[in-house]
């Protein structure tokens, strides 16, 4: 670049002569500005202040949840015609190809904690789409532990460090679970705890969006849906003690045989699908559609198959593509859209907000957050902290009548009789206590689903017993009785081993 080129790029050297980060060459990196030989340092040697001043903000913070996790590049390839139910350009055609990023986590733990723990796993997908960037924010989970929203921070807590002496705390954790109104999460915990809860590969699990979300097509006509991504290389779950082994072996277990699959060409894929019902059925339900800890029928609500997600491309650099690497709920395009499950409403606001404070304010300017495939043109958002972009340059900061702008999304039919909702602004805490309908999803799966799988109904009282074992013994009766409700064989099953294992672990302590 000639001395009178205007533009200031973030150009590397190709010819690998060492600078300073304001370019200037150096001669000796590991010599320091002194007086002598020997004697004290000089203010004046901005190298050595600059080096050991920028390691010092070479961190930003972990995510809270969510913290340790691994992924990839890929694409979406559409493989059948669902222009009847969603009209996002992503969809449009057979075979099209979208580009992806797939980042897949542990949630309670730190960044540094084995990625073999039990504990669900975050499966969040960014699609850079010529509609903007989408961004399917999931787990590997089809339901979830909370429906009041106010309940996530008190949760996380209890599955993360207790204040007082930073250990995992059992009677933190089942402490929470028992509690008669948090009982919602038996569903969830009863998947946590069967194989399903320590996955042996990120390859060989599912992902779910959970939530109940809208999607319309051209016409302005709306469904619910849920979405289905299905590992093409099936399920592949460690026991509980190989989970455990593996932790201490290589707590990177999943993110290394991601990488290492990825880098040998055996890309993983997973069928993405969808479950679609209308308004009139969600009325039927016997639980609200918004309920996110009940999954919905099969038979009623069969999977359709939209395309496939392939992940063949691995970073190039970790912090750069993954760490800061933003996913939200809100990043949606448009005939995708938010239902009114508030889990879900709340997660609109708490992840932009989460990457302002983890990332800064201007998170999108990042590479791997901008919508490159669309562009973006937001002359009203300008300034702030790290603006890199050129800032809209000489363009207005205020929408001037003097310019000419595009609103497309006035051509677009405007759906006006959507749900409607009335009512009064009331404080709503959705339910005080788990009636027997929170219990009657995790009792099939217990009675039906887990009895065809040899091993499976012991392994998930084995599971429990062992972790509930540590927790004093008030709570492990909450826990006994708890699982009885799903079924009195899996409570007693349940309080032998967590008996048997108290007693183990008191003679340990001797
Ligand atoms: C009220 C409920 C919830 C709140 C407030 C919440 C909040 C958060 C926050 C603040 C982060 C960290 C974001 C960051 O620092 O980049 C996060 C990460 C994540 N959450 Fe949630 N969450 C909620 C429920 C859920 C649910 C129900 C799911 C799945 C269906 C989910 C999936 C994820 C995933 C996959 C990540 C990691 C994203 C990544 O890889 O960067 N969360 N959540």
Not at 64 to 79: K, Q
Not at 181 to 194: C, Y
Not at 308 to 337: D, H, R
Request: glycine share 6%; net charge negative.
């Amino acid at each position: 670049m000639s001395a009178e080129d205007k533009t200031n790029t973030a150009e590397v050297r190709e010819d690998r002569v060492v600078t300073n980060s304001n370019g200037i060459p150096m001669n000796d990196p590991f010599a320091t500005q002194r007086i002598g030989e020997h004697g004290p340092l000089l203010m004046q040697d901005s190298n050595l202040i600059e080096s050991l001043a920028h390691f010092n903000r070479e961190r930003v913070p972990e995510r809270n949840p969510h913290a340790h996790g691994s992924g990839a590049f890929g694409y979406f390839e559409v493989t059948d015609d669902i222009t009847d139910i969603c009209g996002s350009a992503m969809f449009d055609t057979i075979g099209k190809r979208t580009r992806c990023l797939t980042r897949f986590s542990t949630v309670g733990g730190e960044k540094g904690s084995a990625d073999t723990a039990r504990d669900p796993r975050g499966f969040a997908t960014k699609f850079y789409t010529e509609e903007g960037n989408l961004d399917w924010v999931y787990n590997n989970t089809p339901v979830f532990f909370i429906r009041d929203p106010s309940k996530f921070p008190h949760f996380i807590h209890t599955q993360k460090r207790n204040p007082r002496t930073n250990l995992k705390d059992a009677n933190m954790f089942w402490d929470f679970l028992t509690t008669p109104e948090n009982q919602v999460a038996i569903h969830q915990v009863t998947i946590l705890f069967s194989d399903r809860g320590t996955p042996a590969s990120f390859r060989k699990m599912n992902g779910y969006s959970g939530h109940t979300y809208k999607w319309s097509n051209k016409k302005g006509d709306w469904h619910y849906v849920q979405v289905h991504i299905i590992s093409d290389q099936g399920i592949e779950n460690f026991t509980n003690e190989e989970a455990i082994e593996m932790a201490g072996k290589n707590p990177d277990y999943c993110t290394e045989d991601l990488a290492n699959a990825i880098e040998r060409g055996d890309a993983p894929s997973w069928t993405v699908s969808v479950q679609v019902m209308t308004e009139e059925q969600a009325k039927k339900l016997p639980f609200s559609v918004f309920d996110l800890t009940k999954v919905w029928s099969h038979k009623d609500f069969p999977l359709r198959r939209i395309g496939k997600l392939v992940l063949n491309e691995n970073p190039q650099n970790f912090f750069a593509q993954i760490e800061q690497a933003a996913f939200a709920p809100s990043n949606t395009v448009p005939y995708q859209e938010a239902s009114a499950d508030p889990v879900l409403q709340s997660r609109l606001f708490a992840y932009a907000d989460a990457h302002r404070y983890r990332i800064g304010p201007n998170y999108n300017q990042v590479p791997v957050n901008c919508p490159y495939a669309s562009k973006f043109f937001t002359p009203v958002m300008r300034d702030g902290p790290m603006n890199v972009d050129g800032n809209f340059g000489s363009e207005p900061n205020y929408y001037s009548t003097n310019c000419k702008y595009q609103f497309i999304q006035q051509d677009r039919p405007i759906q006006q009789h959507q749900e409607v909702w009335q009512g009064p602004a009331i404080p709503y805490h959705w339910a005080t206590s788990a009636g027997d309908i929170d219990y009657v999803q995790p009792r099939a799966l217990y009675q039906k689903v887990l009895a065809k799988q040899p091993g499976a109904q012991e392994r998930l009282a084995h599971n429990v017993g062992v972790h509930v074992a540590n927790a004093c013994s008030g709570i492990q009766e909450r826990v006994f009785e708890m699982f009885s409700r799903v079924d009195p064989q899996l409570g007693n099953r349940i309080r032998e081993i967590a008996t048997e294992k108290t007693t183990e672990n008191k003679m340990n302590k001797l």
